[in-house]
């Protein structure tokens, strides 16, 4: 595909130079896609990502895919502490909650998938380790958001959406070990704390947009529990 080049000064040095096995897509959550990318470019800002898409599909390379760029933050996924060491990062111009947030265009989609399947044809990237900002960073940040299309990347075999049923009853306990199980970091207190919440609401923002609440509904639950037994099949066959 296309792409256009500009460079940030924002990437170091990747600590297990070999090692890219995770996919985080952001918004940018400004109000143009110059000044996103001015920002991800900028030295005094301290952030980049490797690529950019703009609502028109066309694609920045910021960084290069062997040095880390500053992108996920402070992170955690699946026992990863520091998500920026072995991730990709995508930003997706989007104004965000803040600028007017909007669905995501076609040619935009278009443009991710051909890169985010070209990205998995290069590095080994689970699955389950393709996630949003909101994924790794919950009680900080809410892109890409419930907007984005996550069952259509699915489909053509990036990324994860489960339509397995499964069964709803469930405590905030098994709850806490469900999302925990699926990579998020979460208490074990078998109450629903407000970090729990936090952590539910990021959940529901990526696989149950329809209601963003934090509550541990029958129907979260049920997807809940259809996520983790696609995590845990997908993580046995790797194992295999």
Not at 48 to 67: F, K, M, N, P, Q
Not at 201 to 225: C, N, V, Y
Request: aromatic residues 6%; proline residues 6%.
């Amino acid at each position: 595909m296309n792409i256009r080049e500009r460079a940030s000064p924002n990437h170091d040095a990747r600590p297990e130079p070999g090692r890219i096995d995770m996919l985080v897509l952001h918004y940018t959550g400004m109000k143009t896609a110059a000044e996103a990318i001015d920002r991800l470019c900028d030295l005094a800002a301290k952030v980049s990502a490797h690529y950019v898409i703009d609502e028109d599909g066309t694609v920045w390379r910021l960084v290069e895919e062997g040095r880390r760029a500053w992108h996920a933050g402070v992170s955690f996924w699946q026992g990863t502490e520091n998500v920026n060491a072995v991730s990709i990062g995508i930003e997706l111009v989007n104004p965000g909650q803040e600028w007017g947030y909007r669905a995501f265009p076609e040619a935009q989609m278009g443009s991710l998938e051909t890169l985010a399947r070209a990205l998995l044809q290069r590095h080994p990237i689970p699955a389950d380790r393709v996630v949003g900002h909101s994924d790794v960073a919950p009680l900080r940040k809410q892109d890409p958001g419930e907007l984005f299309d996550w069952p259509r990347l699915a489909r053509v075999g990036i990324g994860l959406w489960p339509t397995e049923p499964a069964p709803a009853a469930m405590d905030i306990a098994a709850a806490q070990a469900m999302l925990s199980s699926i990579g998020y970091r979460v208490p074990r207190a078998g109450v629903l704390d407000d970090e729990t919440r936090q952590v539910l609401i990021a959940f529901q923002r990526r696989f149950r947009p329809r209601r963003i609440d934090g509550s541990l509904d029958d129907e979260t639950a049920l997807r809940l529990a259809s996520v983790e037994r696609a995590v845990s099949a997908l993580r046995a066959r790797r194992q295999s």
